[in-house]
């Protein structure tokens, strides 16, 4: 069976700061790997993904997210952070192959807050 | 394209009441997902569907029904509302040639 673990539960950062948000996974080959961030009262939104390929992803928002897999770790960076960045961050892997069995599991969540 | 969209936004259930959590997709996507967010513990699926008429059980079904009589629509169904049902209620739908599971924006159901 699949799993996340995010390891920080909460990490708070000053404006402008470098950012990186832990994410290992349990899977027994290459999973699909997705950040999403959540902002307060809102529903999910993705940041970006890995399926194959290039192991340094870029999403959405100035994020990216580096595949390693000798680490099983899937770690979100933002180099420099902005206010607007405060949010709760969720990993997910989703077994390749897709069909009527593809479902994700998520992590519990890392909440960052940002200091101006 | 509103994308997916649900209904109510909050509701307050008094133990022992049913209601009905409306979800509704416009990108004609053929998989939806009831997902139920508790403080702390991440996202957890109650159910899915792979397309009209067929549902199936996730990690948490206990307490919770669901039907699926069109593509747009994937409406979850809680009969006897307890307090261990007190959550934020997602519904998130994908197509069957990707795997980004695009989401609603929630409802935060008290059960009291």
């Known amino acids: 069976a699949q799993s996340v673990t995010q390891p920080d539960i909460h990490i708070t950062v000053s404006e402008g700061a470098s950012l990186e948000l832990r994410c290992n996974y349990s899977y027994g080959a290459t999973p699909y790997l997705f950040w999403y961030v959540q902002s307060p009262g809102q529903g999910l939104q993705l940041l970006l993904k890995?399926?194959?390929?290039?192991?340094l992803v870029q999403g959405i928002k100035g994020f990216e997210a580096e595949f390693k897999r000798s680490q099983s770790s899937f770690n979100l960076r933002k180099p420099s952070v902005h206010w607007s960045d405060a949010a709760e961050y969720f990993c997910?892997?989703?077994?390749?192959?897709?069909?009527?069995?593809?479902?994700?599991?998520f992590g519990k969540g890392t909440l960052l807050t940002v200091n101006p | 394209n509103a994308g997916v969209t649900q209904t109510p936004k909050f509701r307050i259930l008094k133990i022992g009441q049913s209601m009905t959590l409306q979800c509704t997709q416009d990108?004609?996507?053929?998989?939806m997902y009831w997902y139920r967010q508790d403080p702390g513990m991440g996202l957890k699926l109650i159910y899915y569907?792979?397309?009209?008429?067929?549902?199936d059980k996730g990690e948490v079904p206990n307490g919770y029904n669901v039907s699926r009589s069109t593509t747009e629509d994937f409406p979850l169904r809680l009969e006897l509302a307890a307090p261990s049902q007190t959550s934020v209620y997602f519904c998130?739908?994908?197509?069957?040639?990707?795997?980004?599971?695009?989401f609603g924006p929630g409802t935060r159901l008290t059960v009291t």
């Open positions: 998130a739908s994908r197509d069957s040639s990707s795997y980004e599971q695009y």
């Open positions: 890995y399926f194959s390929g290039d192991t």
């Open positions: 997910a892997v989703g077994a390749p192959g897709g069909g009527s069995n593809y479902k994700l599991t």
């Open positions: 990108m004609n996507h053929n998989y």
């Open positions: 569907s792979v397309g009209a008429g067929i549902t």
